[in-house]
C-alpha cells in the first residue's frame, strides 16, 4: 500500500501540497509515509532512519500543518509552537530551508538559531516571533538564559540526528533542555543508529512512542556502490590524485578524519589545480557557508569534511563519496556513505584503507552484513603490515617527543620576539642547510609521520 501512496493520500492541506508539487516530488518516501500520519493523529514517535530517506520532510510538513491548523491565520506575534533540536549548524540550516520550502504558501514564520555567528539576526528574528524554531543545543540555551528565549508554549519537540548529539558530547544540554520544556507536549525522536544509550534517551522524552524503522539499524542504502583501495599511508595522496584523474568523477565530497588533516588534502588538491575546500569545526561559520554554496553550485569539485561538519550537507544527486580515513566506528561509515545515494539515486563510495585501518574494514563489513567490492586495478596497492603493538606504543611516544619540542621552540621564539616562529627547531645560530636523505629531520611537528615498518612478504 505504501508503494503506491501519494502526498495526496496523507490528507495533507492544499498549500503543503502545492509546495510539495513545486519540488517535483509525487509519491512519498517509506519514512515519510509512515510517519507523517503518526505526527497528524499527535502520536509521539520513535524514527530510525538512514540519512538521505527523507527524514527531514517526514517530521517537518506534519509540524506545519498542524500548526497551521491549530493557529489559523493569527496576526499577532506567534509564540514558539515547535522546537527542532539538531547538532550541527549544517544540519539545522538545512532543516530551516526545508521548512521554508514547504511553508511557502502559508502564513507560517520560521527562524534559525546556531552558534559560531553573531547572536544579534538571531535575537532580532525572534523579537517578531515564531512559530517554529530549529536550534543547535548550544546556542539555544544560550539565548534562554539571556531571557530571549521561551519554552512554555512548545507543543512540538524534535530531537533530530540524536545519535551523533550523544557522540558531540550534548547529553548534558539536552539534560538540561528537557527540563525546561512543559511537560505536556508531542515529542519526536529520530536517530539513525539505535544503540542502548539512544533507546535510553527516547524513554526519557517520549511517552508511549510509536516505532518507525524502514531499514534494517545501521544497513546502507542499497543505491550506493562500495568500493575499497587497500594501500599504505605514504601513498594515499598518490593513490586520490590517480582515482581523481577519472573525469566521469565530477564532484566528491571527501571524508578527512581530522581537521588538520583535511585542511592539509585541501592544500594537496589545491595545488594539482583541483578546486577544492575544506569544512571543519575551526572554519568560521561564513567560510562552511561559503563553501558548501560553491560547492552546491558545482563551483568546487572536491568539498573536504570532518564526520562533525558533514552532518547536514544535503545535496541533490551527488554521486560520489570518498573516505580518504577509513573510520574506526563502523556507524559513522554509514553516515558518510549515505551522503550519496539519496532518495533512490545512484552513489559510488570508494575508501582508501591503510594497514592500520584493517580492522576498521572488519568492523564495518560485520556491522553492513555485506564485504566491500575491493579494487584490484590498484597502482599503490598495500605492502606494508600493521604495526605490532610495540610498534604503535613506540610511535606514539615518538609523535609525543616531537610535540613537546616543536612548541617548546615555538614557545622560545615567541619569547625572543619572533611573531612569526620559525617551524625549525635548530638551536643553532649557524646557516640553515638542508638535511640529507638518509636523515629525518625533527625540525617541524608532524604527527602524521610514522616509522619505518616492516613490508608485506
Not at 105 to 121: A, D, R
Not at 333 to 356: D, F, K, M, Q
Request: proline share 5%.
Amino acid at each position: 500500500m505504501i508503494d503506491c501512496m501519494t502526498f495526496e493520500d496523507l490528507e495533507l492541506i492544499e498549500p503543503i501540497l502545492k509546495a510539495v508539487k513545486d519540488r517535483n516530488y509525487t509519491e512519498p518516501t517509506p519514512i515519510q509515509a509512515k510517519t507523517i500520519p503518526l505526527i497528524l493523529k499527535n502520536k509521539d514517535v520513535l524514527g530510525c532512519a538512514q540519512t538521505g530517506t527523507g527524514k527531514t520532510a517526514a517530521f517537518a510538513i506534519p509540524i506545519i500543518q498542524l500548526i497551521i491548523q491549530k493557529e489559523g491565520r493569527n496576526a499577532k506575534k506567534p509564540p514558539i509552537r515547535a522546537l527542532i533540536v539538531t547538532p550541527t549548524r549544517e544540519l539545522a540550516i538545512q532543516i530551516d530551508e526545508s521548512i521554508k520550502a514547504y511553508s511557502k504558501y502559508t502564513h507560517l514564520k520560521h527562524t534559525v538559531i546556531f552558534g559560531g555567528v553573531s547572536q544579534y539576526s538571531q535575537v532580532d528574528a525572534l523579537r517578531k516571533g515564531v512559530h517554529i524554531l530549529v536550534a543547535t543545543p548550544g546556542r539555544l540555551l544560550d539565548l534562554i538564559d539571556q531571557g530571549h528565549i521561551s519554552l512554555d508554549n512548545v507543543k512540538l519537540f524534535t530531537l533530530d540526528e540524536a545519535d551523533r548529539m550523544l557522540d558531540m558530547g550534548f547529553i548534558h544540554d539536552i539534560r538540561k533542555l528537557l527540563a525546561l520544556l512543559p511537560e505536556k507536549r508531542q515529542s519526536l525522536f529520530f536517530s539513525a543508529t539505535m544503540p542502548k544509550n539512544i533507546v535510553d534517551l527516547s524513554q526519557k522524552i517520549l511517552k508511549n512512542p510509536i516505532k518507525v524503522q524502514v531499514t534494517p539499524v545501521s544497513s546502507t542504502a542499497e543505491t550506493v556502490q562500495q568500493y575499497l583501495y587497500y594501500t599504505d599511508r605514504t601513498n594515499k595522496k598518490k593513490l586520490l590524485w590517480h582515482i581523481l584523474k577519472n573525469p566521469d568523477i565530477k564532484q566528491v565530497l571527501l571524508f578527512s578524519r581530522t581537521k588538520r588533516g583535511a585542511d592539509r588534502i585541501t592544500r594537496d588538491l589545491q595545488k594539482r589545480r583541483i578546486s577544492t575546500a575544506a569544512i571543519h569545526g575551526d572554519k568560521a561559520q561564513n567560510q562552511r557557508q561559503k563553501a558548501l554554496r560553491q560547492f552546491k553550485a558545482g563551483e568546487l569539485r572536491v568539498l573536504v569534511a570532518t564526520d562533525i561538519a558533514a552532518r547536514g550537507i544535503d545535496i541533490d544527486k551527488l554521486k560520489y563519496v570518498i573516505n580518504y580515513d577509513v573510520p574506526n566506528v563502523p556507524e559513522t561509515y554509514v553516515h558518510r556513505i549515505g551522503r550519496s545515494g539519496r532518495a533512490g539515486e545512484e552513489g559510488t563510495a570508494i575508501s582508501l584503507c591503510e594497514p592500520e585501518e584493517n580492522a576498521y574494514v572488519r568492523g564495518i563489513e560485520r556491522l553492513i552484513k555485506q564485504k566491500i567490492t575491493i579494487v584490484e586495478d590498484n597502482p599503490f596497492p598495500q605492502t606494508e603490515k600493521p604495526m605490532t603493538d610495540a610498534e604503535k606504543k613506540e610511535w606514539n611516544k615518538e609523535k609525543q617527543r616531537r610535540k613537546q619540542e616543536f612548541f617548546a621552540n615555538r614557545k622560545k621564539n615567541l619569547a625572543n620576539g619572533n611573531s612569526r616562529p620559525s617551524k625549525r627547531t635548530h638551536s643553532s645560530s649557524k646557516p640553515k642547510s638542508k638535511p640529507s636523505g638518509k636523515t629525518r629531520s625533527n625540525s617541524s611537528f608532524n604527527s602524521n609521520e610514522r616509522p619505518r615498518r616492516r613490508k608485506k612478504k
